[in-house]
């Protein structure tokens, strides 16, 4: 079955960068985007942007476009992202996501906790 | 930048219907997506394409989206139907999400 696991929980000061990583199995890799979401302690959901595995390219929200980086290793079907300059505003839960072939989130990583504070 | 707004709380007794409303301009132009998230877990894909179930999802649970509006419905509340509700609808290749709605079943 289709299956995102997500790398463990961080805890970061401010100004440092966050790399969390998504591992996926159960489908081919190359065939659906990856998608990452936060959610804020309480607070609701918040779309960071996708990667297309196959081809590398990338769309970030404005909001975090220019701290944000995502990047993949086709050889063990893992996506990464990573976001720079934290601020304590980053501390949240992240999601990666599987977008399937009618535009929609399928599948879900577990989530993982990033803290942000000195 | 587009957004979808929905109500912070809907309540409902056990064995009624709950319908969750999502608002944004045009919205019936778009696809609609619902998620259901239940404390401390990832979100679940409940409604694609406006009104289609994935595998496992109860019929109790439609949606329908027209003009400015998609809606949510379940059908003979249960007390596992008690979770936060986001829709969600794509616009110009980026994702938004509606604010949540919290499902009381009281």
């Known amino acids: 079955q289709v299956q995102l696991v997500q790398s463990g929980a961080e805890v970061k000061k401010p100004g440092a960068s966050v790399k969390v990583s998504c591992k996926a199995s159960?489908?081919?890799?190359?065939?659906?985007?990856i998608n990452w979401v936060r959610q804020a302690a309480g607070q609701g959901l918040e779309w960071m942007g996708w990667?297309?595995?196959?081809?590398?390219?990338?769309g970030y929200a404005q909001k975090v476009q220019d701290r944000l980086t995502m990047a993949r290793d086709t050889s063990i079907s893992t996506v990464y992202m990573e976001l720079r300059s934290l601020r304590s505003e980053d501390t949240a839960v992240y999601y990666c996501a599987r977008r399937n072939h009618i535009n929609s989130f399928d599948s879900w990583g577990q989530g993982t906790l990033v803290t942000v504070s000195s | 930048s587009y957004e979808l707004t929905q109500p912070p709380s809907v309540s409902v007794s056990p064995g009624q219907t709950a319908s969750i409303t999502c608002s944004g301009n045009k919205l019936g132009d778009k696809y609609v997506c619902w998620y259901q998230q239940k404390p401390g877990q990832s979100p679940v894909l409940v409604i694609y394409q406006d009104n289609k179930r994935p595998s496992g999802i109860p019929e109790r649970l439609s949606g329908y989206n027209s003009g400015n509006t998609a809606t949510l419905t379940i059908s003979g509340t249960q007390a596992l139907d008690e979770a936060d509700y986001y829709c969600?609808?794509?616009?110009?290749?980026?994702?938004?999400f509606g604010g949540g709605t919290k499902l009381t079943v009281l």
């Open positions: 990667m297309n595995p196959n081809s590398g390219d990338t």
């Open positions: 159960g489908y081919t890799f190359t065939r659906h985007d």
């Open positions: 969600q609808a794509w616009d110009s290749n980026t994702v938004v």
